[in-house]
């Protein structure tokens, strides 16, 4: 019975131990899976390389919401009046000036009809808000038109120095596309196409963000590859400048 007594305790030792080497394996292997998700989400790249949601990259807010259209009414309330008027400029032949005057003529009928109609049927008149237009809004407008523009300067300035050729390109090829561009259609219809783009190019990248994302890496690698063949049999056999050669010295 004394041997038998001590064998028992080293046989539920074994026992214990084999538990605690099962739950020890399967803990690590548990957390071996939970970081490979993570390090495939670290591994994403992202557009323009941003690291922040779409929703966020805009400003947040009430202004994501509408561009995002996720205040579906309000999206598409502005769509709609938008689009009313460039049917009005563009295809009715309406001009900027007319309809600024008839809106005013429209507002101005209505406020008067209704101030001195209001004591005949005992309703309230209208009450007009007191607008008054901040300074600092202005001033804030001022200086953010002040810097791009400053911006813009500054990079026809470097381009047109010669410094650096790829942005040359990129440049005069943008330019060109956009002349092209141009004359198919007006400066208003422009202006709507572009509105357009911008106005639903962001809901629909936040839809279908992972695709996007995948298709312009390939795209970009590609592009990469094609001007690494151009600048090597092309670019780098243009003669540079004294400023070019000096600066490679």
Not at 160 to 185: H, R
Request: overall charge neutral; some cysteine.
């Amino acid at each position: 019975m004394s041997e038998e007594a001590g064998e028992h305790p080293s046989i539920t030792e074994r026992i214990t131990e084999k538990i605690h080497e099962y739950r020890g394996s399967s803990s690590s292997s548990s957390d071996s899976d939970n970081e490979k998700p993570s390090s495939h989400i670290t591994l994403k790249k992202r557009l323009f390389g941003r690291r922040d949601p779409v929703h966020t990259v805009l400003g947040g807010g009430k202004s994501a919401d509408i561009i995002l259209w996720r205040n579906k009414q309000m999206s598409a309330g502005i769509l709609a009046a938008v689009t009313v008027i460039w049917l009005l400029f563009e295809w009715m032949g309406y001009h900027l000036l007319t309809f600024i005057c008839h809106s005013l003529i429209f507002l101005l009928a209505i406020s008067f009809i209704w101030s001195n109609a209001a004591s005949f049927v005992n309703r309230s008149p209208p009450k007009f808000p007191e607008v008054i237009l901040p300074e600092d809004m202005f001033l804030s407008i001022a200086h953010a038109v002040r810097y791009q523009s400053n911006e813009a300067f500054a990079t026809f300035i470097y381009v047109a120095s010669g410094k650096d050729l790829k942005q040359f390109l990129m440049v005069i090829a943008s330019l060109w596309v956009v002349s092209i561009i141009g004359s198919w259609f007006s400066f208003l219809t422009l202006f709507y196409v572009v509105f357009l783009i911008t106005y639903t190019a962001p809901a629909l990248y936040e839809k279908y963000e992972d695709q996007v994302d995948t298709i312009t890496e390939k795209a970009m690698v590609e592009i990469n590859k094609h001007y690494a063949v151009l600048n090597e049999k092309v670019l780098q056999k243009i003669p540079r400048g004294p400023f070019t050669a000096k600066k490679q010295l």
